[in-house]
């Protein structure tokens, strides 16, 4: 006797960049739209769920556990769509997910989401020039101020209100020049 093979599904990971649900790229609409399962940042809005076509679950802190759930659900077949706030590969969590799914079967895409950064500062009307340096500092990770005060052209920092004071003294201290943009 033979056993029927259920055909793997696939995997993608969505960035859902500003939270805007206008600045979503056509893809990551597509992709929203066609899964069957997603696993969601708490954080993303909920127009952006609202655009989603299958069964929303929450996903879990632990990257290890949202990782080994989604990858069993395309490994059964399911169309399967991790939906991420901000862009995917801007989160550690993620990016160990993604490492993950590279270690399997299942097939995976990332769909990549506009810069958050980049973006507030367009619809700010703050031309950020092609030089720039780009980095989220919410994480409350370690900062290497040093470095980010020696970049050249143009700094986009995505920082929480109440840091902005001590992020501009921190950046002062480690010699930027007060004429940065």
């Known amino acids: 006797m ?9 995997l993608s990971f969505v960035g859902t960049g500003t939270g805007d649900a206008g600045l979503l790229t056509v893809r990551a609409v597509e992709v929203l739209a066609a899964c069957e399962l997603a696993y969601v940042d708490p954080s993303v809005p909920e127009a952006i769920r609202q655009l989603i076509g ?22 059964n077949g399911y169309v399967v769509t ?28 990332v769909v990549p989401a506009l810069s958050e950064g980049a973006v507030t500062a367009s619809y700010a009307g703050v031309p950020v020039g092609p030089v720039r340096t780009e980095a989220d500092l919410r994480s409350g990770g370690v900062i290497d101020f040093d470095a980010l005060a ?11 209100a109440s840091d902005v004071a001590a992020t501009i ?10 004429d940065v943009p």
């Open 2 to 10: 033979t056993r029927a093979r259920k055909s793997v599904g696939r």
């Open 54 to 75: 299958g069964e929303v679950r929450v996903a879990d802190d632990a990257a290890a556990e949202t990782a080994k759930a989604s990858l069993a659900d395309a490994r």
């Open 82 to 109: 991790r939906v991420v706030s901000g862009d995917p590969f801007a989160c550690e969590a993620v990016i160990k997910e993604a490492l993950a799914a590279s270690k399997s079967v299942v097939p995976y895409e």
């Open 150 to 160: 020696s970049f050249p052209g143009t700094l986009v920092l995505t920082v929480l």
């Open 169 to 178: 003294e921190q950046l002062m201290a480690s010699g930027l020049k007060p």
